[in-house]
Every structure is written in structure tokens, then in C-alpha cells.
């Protein structure tokens, strides 16, 4: 069964301190790591798809790296639009279902 | 720019009732997701449709829970009857074909049983 644990829970920055989130996975084959944002009442915007072990990708502040067992999700001078709550999902071979953890959510304060 | 649709937004119920929820997926888009999410977790999958095909509801609670997609465009999830622990929020998305990465999410609807 795929699994997705990511840390910290729940992470205070200031305005401009970056930072980073972590997304541990066990898969039997991974076919795409998956990063969304999630604003408080509403659904999860996609951010990235990574496929293999040291891809890389950014959009304005996030950057998402990939490793054989884990992502991480940079946040780089954050701001405070930059406040919600950021999930990783994973898809193994053979399977359509996406396997999401239960998510980092992240305040930043001006 | 394309968006899912979803309604209601909100929906309260009291439990045994029966209760209804709307999805229209991007138009175009084959695959339909029913999600649900509660409160502090990741949405976990409850029903897959490939046009108007079920392709997975293993993780449907299918005592209670229906879901249809008829002429394979929109899609209705029914709850009869609505237990407390239904509490939660139910999300649709849809995505350009079976296999395809990105899975685009609707609004939700969040849904409290009293």
C-alpha cells in the first residue's frame, strides 16, 4: 500500500524566512510525486508532478526536489499569501489512486 | 479558464437523512474523482469514473454511498442515510484521461450531519 508522511505538521515563519517541507513515501513504483495547495474551505490547486530521483521544479517562491524516498517543497521568502496548507500525493504503476499525505500547513506572518 | 464545478457549497443534514451532491468536471475531461477529506487529512479516493464507467470504488462505502455518472459528463454522489461520522468534505476532480498526471479539484462541498 502506498504511504505519504510529511513533517512538519504545522510551521510559524516570518515574512522572508525560508524554509523547507518534507514528503516521506513508500511505493512499489513510483510513477509521479504530486504537490498541491490547499486554501482553508476550498479544493486543492495543483502545483507539480515530479517523476524521477533528482528532478527538479519551480513556480515563483516553491521549488520541489524529488529523492528515491522523499520530496521536499522550498519555500524561499515566503510571504503572506504564500499561508495555506500544502499536500504531497504519490502514484505507484497500476494504480490510478492518489495516495495523499495528511499535509504541512504553513502561516506566514507579515 | 476551465474550472470543476461543485454544488451545494454547504450542505447540513440531520442523521438518516438523505443527502445529494453535485459535480460538473472540466469540459472534455473523461476521468471524474469523488474525494472525501476530513478535517486535519489528505482526501482519500472514494469513486473513479472513466466516462460514464466505474473504474474504482473499492474505498466506497457502498451500503450508503452511490454515485453515478450517466451520460458520462456530470456526476451525483448520494449519502442515504447520513451518519455523524459522514462529516467531512467531499471534493470531485477530473483530469483529461485515465492515467493522466494532474488531477484538477473542484470547490468541495463541506458537509455536517447533526
Known amino acids: 500500500e502506498d504511504q505519504v508522511t510529511q513533517s512538519p505538521e504545522a510551521l510559524r515563519l516570518q515574512e522572508g524566512e525560508s524554509s523547507s517541507l518534507n514528503c516521506s513515501y513508500t511505493v512499489s513504483g513510483l510513477r509521479g510525486l504530486f504537490w498541491y495547495r490547499q486554501d482553508p474551505g476550498k479544493g486543492p490547486e495543483f502545483l507539480f508532478t515530479?517523476?524521477?530521483a533528482g528532478e527538479e521544479k519551480e513556480k515563483e517562491r516553491l521549488k520541489a526536489t524529488l529523492t528515491k524516498k522523499e520530496s521536499f517543497l522550498h519555500i524561499t521568502a515566503p510571504k503572506p499569501e504564500d499561508s495555506a496548507t500544502y499536500l504531497c500525493?504519490?502514484?505507484?504503476?497500476?494504480?490510478?489512486?492518489?495516495?495523499f499525505g495528511k499535509g504541512n500547513q504553513v502561516v506566514v506572518i507579515p | 479558464e476551465a474550472e470543476v464545478a461543485q454544488s451545494p457549497r454547504y450542505k447540513i443534514t440531520e442523521k438518516s437523512q438523505a443527502v445529494a451532491f453535485w459535480c460538473d468536471p472540466i469540459?472534455?475531461?473523461?476521468?471524474l474523482y469523488w474525494y472525501r477529506q476530513i478535517l486535519g487529512q489528505g482526501p482519500e479516493l472514494l469513486v473513479q469514473f472513466q466516462d460514464e464507467s466505474v473504474v474504482d470504488d473499492s474505498q466506497l462505502p457502498k451500503d450508503r454511498f452511490s454515485a453515478e455518472r450517466l451520460k458520462g459528463v456530470d456526476s451525483t454522489l448520494k449519502i442515504q442515510p447520513a451518519e455523524l461520522g459522514d462529516s467531512a468534505m467531499y471534493l470531485c476532480a477530473s483530469s483529461s484521461q485515465m492515467g493522466a498526471d494532474e488531477q484538477f479539484f473542484g470547490p468541495g462541498t463541506r458537509l455536517t450531519v447533526l
Open positions: 500525493a504519490v502514484r505507484s504503476y497500476g494504480n490510478n489512486r492518489l495516495a
Open positions: 469540459s472534455g475531461h473523461a476521468t
Open positions: 515530479l517523476y524521477s
